[in-house]
């Protein structure tokens, strides 16, 4: 079963609106990441943290979405103001160090733009 | 920049033949990469690594080898298994370091 545990699994939000997920990585893993799979199950990167600083992000997170992994809660990813082609499952995953070293992900949050 | 390509989008085998899911990949730098596997509803979890000193990774009956000279880092198995039927995606540890570059993925469905 996995470690890291994604809330809530299912999300169902109208266009505009805010939605926000979250994200306990396994315990001692400091660097967390956030994927997009689309319908098509390709993966999409959309930003990393190292405790509690971020790494790399790409435009479209940095525009849209606000994210964050404070000490002691939760991280968590939201987005400011859904769209229709926002649906997709939202993955996020940790791991020990940053460089060349295996992800552990969740279950995942299925975002349903209406 | 980094990329992944695995060529396939769906395979589907008979229950005993041989798996073979292709991947290649482009860095500027000696990547690592990995295979990672997510059944249906399921979290993905890894598969296989490549080791830095050529070994072949193996791990419930897959392997792969990674191939420097073609860029390549196949995914094969001998006999393919109903409860191998799954999302198959290769990945690359990018020369950023910082983040994994996932191939488009493959869908192995596995039939009697």
Same mark, same amino acid.
């Given at each position: 079963n996995?470690?890291?545990?994604?809330?809530p699994r299912y999300l169902v939000k109208g266009q505009g609106q805010k939605a926000k997920m979250r994200c306990i990585p396994e315990k001692g893993h400091p660097v967390v990441f956030w994927y997009q799979q689309n319908k098509n199950n390709e993966f999409k990167f959309l930003i990393n943290f190292q405790n509690q600083e971020v790494l790399q992000q790409i435009?479209?997170? $940095?525009?849209?979405? *606000? =994210?964050?992994?404070?000490?002691? /809660?939760?991280?968590?990813?939201?987005?400011?103001?859904? $769209?229709?082609?926002? *649906? =997709?499952?939202?993955?996020?995953? /940790?791991?020990?160090?940053?460089?060349?070293e295996r992800l552990f992900f969740g279950h995942g949050t299925k975002l349903s733009v209406l | 920049?980094?990329?992944?390509?695995?060529?396939?989008?769906?395979?589907?085998?008979?229950?005993?033949?041989?798996?073979?899911?292709?991947?290649?990949?482009?860095?500027?730098?000696?990547?690592?990469?990995?295979?990672?596997?997510?059944?249906?509803?399921?979290?993905?979890?890894?598969?296989?690594?490549?080791?830095?000193?050529?070994?072949?990774?193996?791990?419930?009956?897959?392997?792969?080898t990674l191939h420097k000279s073609s860029s390549s880092f196949h995914l094969q198995k001998s006999s393919a298994q109903l409860s191998d039927s799954?999302?198959?995606?290769?990945?690359?540890?990018?020369?950023s370091f910082s983040k994994l570059v996932f191939g488009q993925g493959t869908s192995l469905s596995v039939v009697p």
């Open positions: 996995s470690k890291v545990i994604q809330t435009d479209m997170t $940095e525009k849209r979405f *606000s =994210a964050e992994c404070p000490s002691n /809660s939760p991280c968590s990813l939201e987005i400011q103001s859904s $769209e229709a082609g926002d *649906s =997709a499952l939202y993955l996020c995953a /940790s791991s020990r160090r940053v460089s060349n | 920049g980094d990329s992944v390509t695995q060529t396939e989008g769906l395979v589907t085998l008979t229950e005993g033949l041989p798996v073979m899911l292709n991947c290649t990949y482009q860095s500027t730098y000696s990547p690592f990469l990995f295979w990672y596997v997510q059944h249906l509803n399921e979290a993905p979890k890894l598969l296989l690594k490549s080791f830095t000193d050529n070994k072949r990774p193996e791990h419930q009956g897959f392997h792969a799954a999302l198959y995606y290769c990945a690359l540890a990018s020369s």
